[in-house]
């Protein structure tokens, strides 16, 4: 009995490691690019959504799996800087996209973005999760579970943003469109000054 408490407990710490470490306020780059990558949509679009986060998922998975693992290395303070970008790629990009195309295409441009942006946000996850683990040689199952709680951190963002999204654009006043235009223009405006303060400009 003994073995199996411990790993439950084992997955069970970094679980919450995971869960934490992408609602922390205080390391909120993650959460901007979710609430960016989702700023286009409303609720009615939930296949989209589901469509943006599996992408998401797939890409700092894979990421997170091979760096934490030490497959692949890439300086931390380029990583740190990365992140931001991606948020500002996508919010940019968000601005330039008309109406007519988040309600009637497929918007393939952004399922690219989730998937190969999230390529370098699972570096900055693995950063965090190496970390953690020190030399610790048996992390596989340590692994599962801090990805575990990377996946229901982003679906508690997912739902708390579209909730709020359907309160403001479906029963409030405001438009889609400045509803895109403000939440890009923020999180655009955020991502940029934490750009400048990353020491790889520094």
Not at 111 to 131: D, E, T
């Amino acid at each position: 009995m003994a073995y199996i408490r411990y790993p439950m407990s084992e997955f069970s710490l970094y679980y919450g490691l995971g869960l934490d470490h992408i609602l922390d306020i205080n390391g909120y780059d993650h959460i901007l690019f979710v609430v960016v990558l989702c700023a286009l949509y409303q609720s009615s679009d939930w296949k989209k959504v589901l469509i943006l986060v599996t992408a998401f998922t797939i890409g700092h998975s894979i990421t997170l799996a091979l760096a934490t693992l030490k497959y692949i290395q890439i300086n931390a303070d380029l990583i740190e800087f990365l992140i931001p970008l991606t948020i500002l790629i996508t919010a940019v990009s968000n601005l330039f996209t008309k109406e007519q195309k988040i309600t009637t295409g497929k918007l393939n441009r952004n399922y690219v973005y989730a998937g190969f942006f999230g390529l370098i946000h699972g570096l900055g996850f693995s950063n965090y999760l190496r970390a953690l683990l020190g030399n610790d040689s048996s992390i596989l199952l340590e692994l599962f579970a801090f990805n575990v709680g990377l996946e229901v951190g982003q679906i508690i963002i997912v739902g708390i943003f579209m909730i709020a999204s359907f309160i403001f654009v479906s029963i409030g006043s405001v438009s889609r469109r400045d509803w895109k235009m403000i939440i890009s223009s923020a999180v655009g405006g955020v991502a940029l000054m934490l750009m400048m303060d990353t020491p790889f400009l520094n």
